[in-house]
């Protein structure tokens, strides 16, 4: 595994090299990604109602985002790369991990998706590149500077454009579920994924983001309901929660 950082860089090689070793298996809905296969879906409509609010589009269409152009940050293998592509939106994947790159290559190719998959990291990035939608979707809370890796974010958007990020709030039930029953009681998720003293509060993300002239447009709780097996949105925010920011006016 190798990766491309300059000294003056958000990425933390310690993150990149645990999600690396889990490469192989980021397409089996039953192994270790298996949290992220069940959360997806939502993701994903949470992804598509925004922007076609944002775009004027009809959610109810099979090209809704069609023209649409979507950075996706720390795609991993594309787990919302491909779904967005069908869309028919135009997305570009970036991850500083070769091996992860790899896959989500190969898994876009058996599925004949056009899909601009580039090993790097989001520093690297041309800077006079723009994008309609940039993702930050379980990322903010794996870098290792949040407030640099959201000011380069900003910097890649269109003027009339939208960001959408995931992350987990920093409080003590977010300890004991995401941490403590995720990783250690029910094992969805390898010891040592989260740490939570790099978990973000939604107004240590809205500081952020009003420091680049973004304003929260809507933002949601994600909550897992055992009785059900699936994930919701919810204003309980304590513990998982989605947002969707754009420029100020």
Known sequence: MTTNSPSASTVDPGE?????QLSEQWWDPKG?????????????AYIRDAACRKFDRNPK??????????????CGAGLLCEPLTRLGAQVIGVDPSDTNIAVAKLHAERGHLSIDYRCTTIEEMDPRERFDIVL???VVEHVANVGMFLDRCAALLKPTSMMVASTI?????SFALAI??????????PRGTHQWDKFVTPV??????????????????????PLADRWSLSSDMDVNYM???EAAS
């Open 16 to 20: 990149v090299a645990r999600f690396s």
């Open 32 to 44: 270790k990604m298996a949290p992220l296969h069940k959360i997806n879906p939502l993701r994903l």
């Open 61 to 74: 269409s099979l090209n809704c985002l069609a023209g649409l152009r979507i950075l996706d940050i720390g």
């Open 136 to 138: 930050a979707m379980e």
């Open 169 to 173: 709030n920093r409080t003590w039930k």
């Open 180 to 189: 403590v029953g995720a990783e250690y009681v029910l094992r969805w998720l």
């Open 204 to 225: 240590e993300l809205k500081q952020h983001l009003e420091r680049n002239k973004l304003a929260i447009s809507d933002q949601a709780g994600v909550v897992y309901n």
């Open 243 to 245: 947002l969707v920011a």
